[in-house]
């Protein structure tokens, strides 16, 4: 597509419950991440792909979140048991590669966890 | 470790210039700079790599300085199109992951 996509835009859910948050990036983009940002912060980093590897996942809060990548394209973050506190907005960004390259962003996607 | 961003709001008028720096403890393999108006995505301005780089385009360029770990970000001549927040994003060198970690951000507000 001509841009990052992600879906949904906004999801509201209960505490407890499991979400999973889509990315489709830029089309022949080898590089996704995630970011979740909180309002007035800065994105805070979770994980980034190269391909269909993590290659770092250091940002994850905890083990209730998990992302994949199965194909090198989409990916979906996955969040279980989810709590008030992963309220914030779900960013997904693409680069062509990594190091070198720019992010172009989605438009996110809007957690609240009620 | 996260960059620190200065200053945190900046008012101008039309016309006028501004200056936001973004500064980290840590060595620096490359430096990002985004602006994200309110409720949108960030969007890319220009990334600089280390060896130390000035790049531009318009009226908004950038250096990096990468004895000193610091990148600045110039905006001249400011039009109302401008005001957003802008924030550094910086890689670490050395680190083993390109992972780009984000400053708090400047709000820069121009007005007629």
């Known amino acids: 597509g001509a841009g990052v996509s992600q879906t949904p835009s906004n999801k509201v859910t209960e505490k407890g419950k499991y979400v999973e948050l889509r990315c489709d990036p830029i089309?022949?983009?080898?590089?996704l991440y995630w970011y979740r940002q909180s309002l007035g912060q800065g994105p805070e980093f979770l994980i980034y792909?190269?391909?269909?590897?993590?290659?770092?996942d250091s940002g994850l809060p905890n083990d209730r979140f998990f992302a994949v990548r199965p194909e090198g394209s989409v990916s979906t973050l996955k969040i279980q048991r989810t709590e008030r506190g992963d309220s914030a907005v779900y960013l997904c960004?693409?680069?062509?590669?990594?190091?070198?390259?720019?992010?172009?962003f989605g438009s996110g996607t809007r957690l609240t966890v009620v | 470790q996260q960059p620190v961003q200065s200053p945190q709001a900046v008012i101008l008028r039309e016309g006028e210039d501004a200056v936001i720096n973004c500064s980290s403890s840590k060595a620096l393999y490359s430096v990002h700079w985004y602006r994200q108006k309110h409720g949108e995505a960030p969007v890319f301005l220009m990334i600089?790599?280390?060896?130390?780089e000035q790049k531009g385009h318009d009226k908004i360029s950038a250096s990096f300085n990468e004895k000193k770990q610091q990148s600045s970000l110039y905006l001249t001549a400011s039009q109302l199109s401008y005001s957003g927040t802008y924030f550094c994003?910086?890689?670490?060198?050395?680190?083993?992951?390109?992972?780009?970690?984000f400053g708090k951000g400047t709000k820069l507000s121009v007005i007629p």
């Open positions: 960004a693409s680069s062509i590669g990594t190091g070198a390259y720019g992010y172009t």
């Open positions: 600089l790599l280390k060896g130390g």
């Open positions: 089309s022949g983009h080898t590089a």
């Open positions: 792909f190269q391909g269909t590897g993590a290659a770092d």
């Open positions: 994003g910086t890689v670490n060198s050395g680190a083993g992951s390109y992972q780009l970690t």
